[in-house]
């Protein structure tokens, strides 16, 4: 077990315990829902490391998963902040009872300005939000362009690192995935020179804007025809973006593969 008295040092043979809080987690009801967060779990666990996962959208869930956790004798040595507010104060109470650490793994879109959900929030929640940030050991946004909007979003920590979402290593494969055939699709040409444009997403326009990139795919429609998008997904805005793509009236031939998971 961890120690439980503030300022001790972990054992050598001691092995890691990492606590992972999480709004957004896949389960039975959404299996896209934080799959960035699962691959982040997977990847530490690969390293042998004991992860725990808290994934809750509510206070009193969130307090009961940690109890158990607790009856289990099972304590972090590091908690991994997912999200700033809706688990800030568990984190902010293990620190301050218990001396550990958390670091924020940040994903958010809601600082961006083209979003803005962040600064609409009652200034109370950004304060509390700062805090948290202020006492994180430090801040691992996801892009370089999300540290910027959470810094003019008034977001402070004295140390930044940009910590890339995990992708499976089968992505990288081409051979073995050259020549899937897509179900009930004939292609527009079977010249090896197209190109398939790939997006997947949970089709959330306020998130993915993904009827910007069906416009931006309807300028190159006019210029060439040399390539084929395949979107793939499902989400809340699934059918607007739908019927948005069929609004565009793409030319004959150009693909656009709608699949739910």
Wanted: one cysteine or more.
């Amino acid at each position: 077990m961890a120690p439980e008295t503030k300022g001790m040092e972990i054992p050598l043979n001691h092995k890691l315990q990492i606590l992972f809080l999480t709004p957004w987690y896949p389960s039975e009801k959404d299996a896209m829902s934080g799959l960035f967060v699962l691959k982040h779990v997977e990847a530490v666990r690969a390293q042998g490391v004991d992860v725990r996962v808290i994934f809750s959208q509510g206070w009193g869930d969130m307090w009961r998963q940690w109890r158990t956790l607790r009856r289990e004798g099972w304590m972090p040595d590091l908690v991994q902040l997912n999200v700033i507010q809706k688990q800030g104060l568990l984190a902010l109470w293990l620190k301050h009872r218990y001396g550990i650490p958390y670091v924020i793994v940040e994903h958010w879109s809601g600082y961006l300005p083209e979003n803005g959900k962040y600064m609409h929030q009652p200034a109370v929640k950004r304060r509390f939000a700062e805090r948290v940030a202020e006492q994180a050991s430090a801040i691992l946004p996801v892009s370089n362009t999300l540290a910027k909007a959470m810094q003019a979003c008034g977001i402070r920590n004295n140390r930044w690192q940009k910590i890339n979402n995990v992708v499976d290593d089968f992505f990288f494969e081409i051979s073995k995935y050259r020549n899937i055939e897509i179900p009930n699709h004939k292609p527009q040409t079977t010249n090896h020179k197209t190109k398939t444009l790939l997006h997947v997403s949970c089709f959330d326009e306020r998130a993915k804007n993904v009827k910007g990139l069906l416009r931006a795919v309807k300028m190159l429609s006019e210029k060439r025809q040399d390539w084929q998008l395949v979107l793939v997904g499902t989400g809340i805005d699934y059918k607007d973006v739908r019927a948005y793509a069929e609004s565009l009236s793409f030319p004959e031939g150009i693909l656009f593969l709608f699949r739910y998971f």
